[in-house]
């Protein structure tokens, strides 16, 4: 299995409040990726990184910061949680080359109440 | 927008059966992935296809890529109760290192 880890597994957050989500690879891999996933809507990306301290917005990323500091750690923050970003976030890296598989870490339930 | 959408949302067949799912997508695109995630788990990849290949097998899997459609289906042979899960296609926007999800299709396999 790909070294990936997501950290917290679960966290309950205030509305306001901000929040940061810790993912964490082994791989040395350049590409990492946040998701999030909500019933009906599949996987939607909300940013991705190409590299220490370039990354990109995706689909779905407004309320949502990310920072590369590190090959090996990509951190998506949300600088005031609302209850509309109860979700599950999910991170992946993609293996090196263009035709690769990407790897999932185990996800993150996050619910702001 | 995403740029895969998996039809038919949900498939119910019995154990023996073929599934069969098919992913539409909007961009060019390098490679089509297909990932499958069990219930509350991470996703796993299944199979990539090439922009140039029109047919790729893997086991019970079949995967084919019409690009002049836009769109890829994923065969599943001979069902197992085990293969129960959601399926989604992956593709790579223009090429990029974008990769974008569509919705998914839950395949429920009934013993």
Known sequence: DAGITQSPRHKVTETGTPVTLRCHQTENHRYMYWYRQDPGHGLRLIHYSYGVKDTDKGEVSDGYSVSRSKTEDFLLTLESATSSQTSVYFCAILGPGRNTEAFFGQGTRLTVV | ?111
């Open chain 2, 1 to 111: 927008s995403q740029q895969g959408e998996e039809d038919p949302q949900a498939l119910s067949i019995q154990e023996g059966e073929n599934a069969t799912m098919n992913c539409s997508y909007k961009t060019s695109i390098n490679n089509l992935q297909w990932y499958r995630q069990n219930s509350g788990r991470g996703l796993v990849h299944l199979i990539l296809i090439r922009s140039n290949e029109r047919e790729k097998h893997s086991g019970r899997l079949r995967v084919t890529l019409d690009t002049s459609k836009k769109s890829s289906s994923l065969l599943i042979t001979a069902s197992r109760a085990a293969d129960t899960a959601s399926y989604f296609c992956a593709t790579d926007q223009g090429g990029s290192e974008k990769l974008v999800f569509g919705k998914g299709t839950k395949l429920t396999v009934n013993p």
